[in-house]
């Protein structure tokens, strides 16, 4: 892995934790789109749109089953979801963690610190099942990570809200870690729910002068949290690879 590479998966850890940490659902019905910073994401309206996105319900017992490691890594998507040019990451770039007990971030402004902090605090439970890979469209990227967690215990429906509301608290911080500072601002995304409940959050990072793009999507349902997330240096976005690799995972999962 470049140096390049290395100081890439540890800013894009440090936005993830603040996230997974705690991943709300205020009604009976899914949300037709993702909730984002700003935002609370809002229920299925009945009219000519929730009709075409009922017509693409996902059963979500099956999404949302407890799953092992070997069922988490079986709904993994093949590299063939993705458009031409993508290839499978064999360092794991966007979901490596290999390095994260040695290490950790302190954030300024110290009171974006406690917030973090207090995110982090709330995530006790391991996972019964997980499984990640990363693709990439060239050696510095697009990267596209894919995460699959299932836990004992059903994924409380408040997580996203708690995390939502410090990223808006914090729209802007500065992660030192292992003597690199990554400045991370954030920002709304459009995403559509693939679950009970999804989240998604943009990030634009600046670390030692370059600039990265960060996206970052979870989808919440039953015992299992899907998270994909793209890293792309300077100008473009993947975002279409980005709903193509979501869809094609929930599919896996539901598909069993």
Known sequence: MTQFNGRL?????????????????????????????NESASPVEPSAASSEASSEEVELDAVGRQLTDEQAKAALPAVSTLPTGWSVDPENTLNDESDDEDSK??????????????????????????????????????????????FADE???????????????????????????TTFKTSSLSF???????AAIRMAATADGMPVGLDMVFIRAGHTIVTVSTATVGAGSAGEAMEKVARATVTNLEKG
């Open 9 to 37: 998966r540890v800013s894009t850890f440090v936005a993830a934790l603040a996230v997974v940490g705690t991943l709300a659902g205020c009604s009976d019905a899914p949300p037709e789109r993702a909730g984002t910073v």
């Open 192 to 198: 559509p729910n693939l679950g009970e409940e999804s």
């Open 105 to 150: 971030a302190t954030i300024e402004p110290a009171e974006c610190q406690a917030i973090m902090d207090g995110l982090s605090d709330q995530q006790k439970d391991e996972p019964t099942g997980k499984a990640s890979r990363t693709y990439m469209a060239g050696m510095l990227g697009p990267f596209m990570g894919v995460e699959i967690s299932s």
């Open 155 to 181: 994924v409380p429906d408040d997580v996203f809200t708690k995390t939502l509301d410090a990223l808006t608290a914090c729209p802007e911080f500065t992660s030192t870690e292992d003597g690199v500072d």
